[in-house]
């Protein structure tokens, strides 16, 4: 049994998060997913006192381990600042290296290319990079693309390829 298993069980997230921290600590965490799930908790602090420290070393480790999920969820927070200090420079190498391998990871850096608040705003890599997540057959991505066709979001408005790729989506 591993961590993540005890919230089904009944036994709670507190539980959970004493499994995760009592396993990490020994070394036998059963899988990257347990390491990456303990970070999470210590960067919003959901079961545990957010601890920034604890928070990065965790996801670290699980991107060590080859958690790409891990390596973007670390590069966001640090580009937004989110439970840690910001750091766009590492923020945005952790996420175009998770970017390059995960569809999900290029959705995130679309997203914020598109919004340019915390990235510089990059509409033409931001939609590439939706479609290449979209050729997965990503359903968000494909969602998001219809969304950016029916707004105009970084390409010309168009409502058929906007219904196209929504249709998609389903």
């Given amino acids: 049994m591993t961590a993540h298993e005890f919230p089904r069980l009944g036994l709670g997230l507190a539980m959970a998060i ?3 921290w009592f396993a990490a600590a020994s070394g036998s ?3 990257d997913n347990d390491l990456r799930l303990l970070g999470e908790r210590y960067l919003t602090g ?9 928070a990065r070393d965790y996801l670290e480790r699980a991107i060590a381990a080859g958690d790409v999920t891990a390596q973007q969820k670390l590069g966001v927070a640090l580009i937004k ?3 840690l200090p910001k750091d766009t420079a590492a923020g945005l190498q952790l996420l175009e290296a998770a970017a390059a391998k995960d569809a999900w990871a290029k959705i995130a850096l679309a997203n914020l290319l598109l919004a340019g608040t915390d990235l510089p705003k990059d509409a033409t890599r931001g939609m590439a990079l939706l479609a290449a997540a979209a050729a997965t057959g990503n ?7 219809g ?3 029916l707004s105009g979001t970084g390409i010309a408005a168009d409502p058929v ?8 989506a389903m």
Avoid at 46 to 53: K, N, T, W
């Fill in 29 to 31: 965490l059963a899988a």
């Fill in 147 to 149: 969304q950016a066709y």
């Fill in 161 to 168: 390829k906007a219904t196209d790729y929504l249709e998609l």
């Fill in 81 to 83: 600042g989110e439970g």
């Fill in 18 to 20: 004493i499994a995760f």
């Fill in 139 to 145: 359903g968000s991505a494909l969602s998001f693309l």
């Fill in 46 to 54: 959901e079961g545990v006192p957010a601890d920034p420290v604890r």
